[in-house]
């Protein structure tokens, strides 16, 4: 592996493990190193996002998908960082991005749930995470906890679907 590299594994562990002042760091070395690398930016959109600038987050993403229009993986993180925006038409057109390069991508269609949730379209948001169980059962677990479907706690589809 070239040094480069080493920042960029690095900085997706951090991103992983939710250090995201150490992915930001690691993702920067990396820019630092190659300029042009889309991965690295971002992951360091999507870090700083979570870090809480989601006006950067949203740059180094948008720098991401003009270096590299094809990383789907971006296409998530802009998603992603445009959700914690509160642009959730946005984010869910980018969910949609993923979708049509990796239709049983379960976070994005889970994604799409939580924005319609969110936007309180129960019947979409259902429907979504019907679709979402139905390729990850893992996601049952996740809905049950989350705030976005918490006022659906009462509601006999919700309650079928994730098993409360």
Do not use: C
């Amino acid at each position: 592996m070239t040094y480069q590299d080493n920042h960029l594994v690095a900085a997706k562990q951090a991103l992983s493990s939710g250090d995201y002042a150490k992915a930001i760091e690691e993702a920067t070395a990396s820019i630092k190193d190659n300029p042009n690398s889309s991965e690295a930016y971002s992951v360091r959109g999507f870090a700083m996002a979570l870090h809480g600038d989601t006006a950067k987050g949203l740059a180094d993403t948008k720098k991401a998908y003009d270096l590299d229009p094809n990383n789907v993986a971006n296409y998530y993180n802009m998603a992603m960082v445009y959700k914690l925006q509160g642009q959730l038409n946005d984010s869910k057109q980018w969910f949609e991005k993923v979708l049509e390069k990796d239709p049983s991508n379960t976070w994005s269609v889970y994604g799409i749930a939580t924005i319609y949730a969110d936007q309180g379209d129960d019947t979409k948001a259902l429907d979504w995470l019907e679709k979402a169980i139905n390729i990850n059962p893992s996601v049952k677990a996740v809905a049950a906890e989350q705030d976005h479907f918490e006022r659906f706690h009462n509601n006999a589809r919700f309650k079928t679907l994730v098993g409360l």
